[in-house]
């Protein structure tokens, strides 16, 4: 029972990831795309390959997060408030 809590937890934070990005993308290059300061695709290749290498070459704020910012509860029952936590996107977003 608990390790298809884990295996849930990690598709509905994927899933979130995956539906966050594009909305993340659009607020990163949109003062430079209507400034012109850039050209759409290249703002696009920027934010691309940036948030690709911010996942990978820090982990400084969730380690911070994790060393007791908020004491999480362990086991069964942290599993399940994580998933009851996390948002449902709507249909039109």
């Given at each position: 029972m608990?390790?298809?809590l884990?295996?849930a937890?990690v598709?509905?934070?994927?899933a979130?990831?995956?539906?966050?990005?594009?909305?993340?993308?659009a607020n990163?290059i949109?003062?430079?795309?209507?400034t012109?300061?850039?050209t759409?695709?290249v703002?696009?290749?920027?934010a691309?390959?940036?948030?690709?290498?911010g996942?990978?070459?820090g982990?400084?704020?969730?380690?911070?997060?994790g060393?007791?910012?908020?004491?999480?509860?362990?086991?069964?029952h942290?599993?399940?408030i994580?998933?009851?936590a996390s948002?449902?996107?709507?249909?039109?977003?």
């Amino acid at each position: 029972m608990e390790f298809a809590l884990v295996i849930a937890v990690v598709v509905i934070a994927l899933a979130f990831d995956y539906t966050n990005g594009f909305h993340d993308a659009a607020n990163a290059i949109a003062t430079s795309v209507s400034t012109r300061a850039l050209t759409p695709r290249v703002a696009l290749l920027m934010a691309a390959v940036m948030n690709f290498l911010g996942a990978f070459l820090g982990t400084e704020v969730a380690s911070t997060v994790g060393k007791g910012i908020i004491s999480a509860p362990s086991g069964h029952h942290g599993l399940v408030i994580v998933v009851d936590a996390s948002p449902v996107p709507s249909p039109g977003t």
